[in-house]
T-cell receptor
Framework: GAVVSQHPSRVICKSGTSVKIECRSL??????MFWYRQFPKQSLMLMAT?????????EQGVEKDKFLINHASLTLSTLTVTSAHPEDSSFYIC???????????FGNGTRLTVT | AQSVSQHNHHVILSEAASLELGCNYS??????LFWYVQYPGQHLQLLLK??????LVKGIKGFEAEFIKSKFSFNLRKPSVQWSDTAEYFC??????????????FGTGTLLAVQP
């Protein structure tokens, strides 16, 4: 159990376009979903925390107008990278949590390449 | 604010050697502690967790970790590693209560390479 599906797994887009990444908890309801970014050979950096039905909480230094997060239901959260630039190229990982303090379950990640 | 540090960035061991990966955190309140593993080409998986109770926790694949509150540490151990343990290991801390926000902060990771 506790499967998190992230889609797409890989996307290439042109500079200036927007890309949407979906994160779904398939067999449980996630009260909280987290979005992380992982640069090569580095750890996961938390970008934002989203709770169903409320606005996401962004970490310091993360532009909320650039990385739009929507958590419309207990099983779906989306991250939209708006007006993408090459420096946004990275590996984005979502995770879902049943309740506060419980372990996170991770999606497989999305490799975004902006050309 | 909570933070996590992993001292070893890259560890190379021979099969059957013992493993200990260090993890220290900074937060004075209540914490939940986790170790995640990322095998090559795969997503992060939970290895073990500590919430409360016995400070020595056992996880999957023979791994264990000991929570030492006085040292703010949660080191990962395995008595005898196998080639299949080659992966990147992340320590993570979730602070809660006392005004802490519910978020999971990761250490920088330790890349373990086990030589056959």
């Amino acid at each position: 159990g506790a499967v998190v599906s992230q889609h797409p797994s890989r996307v290439i887009c042109k500079s200036g376009t927007s890309v949407k990444i979906e994160c779904r908890s398939l067999d449980f309801q996630a009260t909280t979903m987290f979005w992380y970014r992982q640069f090569p050979k580095q750890s996961l950096m938390l970008m934002a925390t989203s709770n169903e039905g409320s606005k996401a909480t962004y970490e310091q230094g993360v532009e909320k107008d650039k990385f739009l997060i929507n958590h419309a239901s207990l099983t779906l959260s989306t991250l939209t990278v708006t007006s993408a630039h090459p420096e946004d190229s990275s590996f984005y990982i979502c995770s879902a949590q049943r309740e506060g303090g419980s372990p996170l379950h991770f999606g497989n990640g999305t490799r975004l390449t902006v050309t | 604010a909570q933070s996590v540090s992993q001292h070893n960035h890259h560890v190379i061991l021979s099969e059957a050697a013992s493993l200990e990966l260090g993890c220290n955190y900074s937060y004075g309140g209540t914490v939940n502690l986790f170790w995640y593993v990322q095998y090559p080409g795969q997503h992060l998986q939970l290895l073990l967790k500590y919430f409360s109770g016995d400070p020595l926790v056992k996880g999957i694949k023979g791994f264990e970790a000991e929570f030492i509150k006085s040292k703010f540490s949660f080191n990962l151990r395995k008595p005898s590693v196998q080639w299949s343990d080659t992966a990147e290991y992340f320590c993570a801390v979730n602070a809660h209560g006392g005004g802490a926000t519910n978020k999971l902060i990761f250490g920088t990771g330790t890349l373990l390479a086990v030589q056959p």
